[in-house]
T-cell receptor
Framework: RKEVEQDPGPFNVPEGATVAFNCTYSNSASQSFFWYRQDCRKEPKLLMSVYSSGNEDGRFTAQLNRASQYISLLIRDSKLSDSATYLCVVLSGNTGKLIFGQGTTLQVKP | ETGVTQTPRHLVMGMTNKKSLKCEQHLGHNAMYWYKQSAKKPLELMFVYSLEERVENNSVPSRFSPECPNSSHLFLHLHTLQPEDSALYLC?????????????FGQGTRLTVV
């Protein structure tokens, strides 16, 4: 079983749609969780951290369910500029080892 | 302008060549990393350095040899690579390893082994 699993997609949605991505992780001792965004042929960049209580940043909402070991990302009112690959990332242990999921590709269409 | 700079951006090398990838971070971070990103695969952690000391080597073949002369610079020396080593190699840094801190990535070196 992969340490971090994501549906690779692609998710094709119209502008203005709401889209949700899920991610599951296998190590129950994982400490911290993040969503990164990677544009085509670019480096990954932090989108948001994921807190146990859930957190929101504008149109983006991240949630963590430790019992079920999954993380979600909700994007409301999708924009063309949201088209990218969204990487679920889990921090394991004290060595700062970031475990990346394969990424979920989002394509927002006009 | 990114705080993590990688050179070269693109590299084509033969299987008998020796080359080096360079990474420099201007963020005052203490931890630096090498990742490999192959097509349709997750990023794979290769090496972790904390304060110039290697703290992790994820079973990487010896044809990849990292070097961290100081906390701002990280190199990846390459020799006798295989075509399957063709990938995007990403350098990253963070304030400390093992803490809830953001990792900043360089733009990567796209390596093609012919």
């Amino acid at each position: 079983r992969k340490e971090v699993e994501q549906d690779p997609g692609p998710f094709n949605v119209p502008e203005g749609a709401t889209v949700a991505f899920n991610c599951t992780y296998s190590n129950s001792a994982s400490q911290s969780f993040f969503w990164y965004r990677q544009d085509c042929r670019k480096e990954p960049k932090l989108l948001m951290s994921v807190y146990s209580s859930g957190n929101e940043d504008g149109r983006f909402t991240a949630q963590l369910n430790r019992a079920s070991q999954y993380i979600s990302l909700l994007i409301r009112d999708s924009k063309l500029s949201d088209s990218a690959t969204y990487l679920c990332v889990v921090l394991s242990g004290n060595t700062g080892k970031l475990i990346f999921g394969q990424g979920t590709t989002l394509q927002v269409k006009p | 302008e990114t705080g993590v700079t990688q050179t070269p951006r693109h590299l084509v090398m033969g299987m008998t060549n020796k080359k080096s990838l360079k990474c420099e971070q201007h963020l005052g971070h203490n931890a630096m990393y090498w990742y490999k990103q192959s097509a349709k695969k997750p990023l794979e952690l290769m090496f972790v350095y904390s304060l110039e000391e290697r703290v992790e080597n994820n079973s990487v073949p010896s044809r990849f040899s990292p070097e961290c002369p100081n906390s701002s610079h990280l190199f990846l020396h390459l020799h006798t690579l295989q075509p399957e080593d063709s990938a995007l190699y990403l350098c990253a840094s963070s304030q400390e390893p093992g803490h809830n801190t953001e990792a900043f990535f360089g733009q990567g070196t796209r390596l093609t082994v012919v």
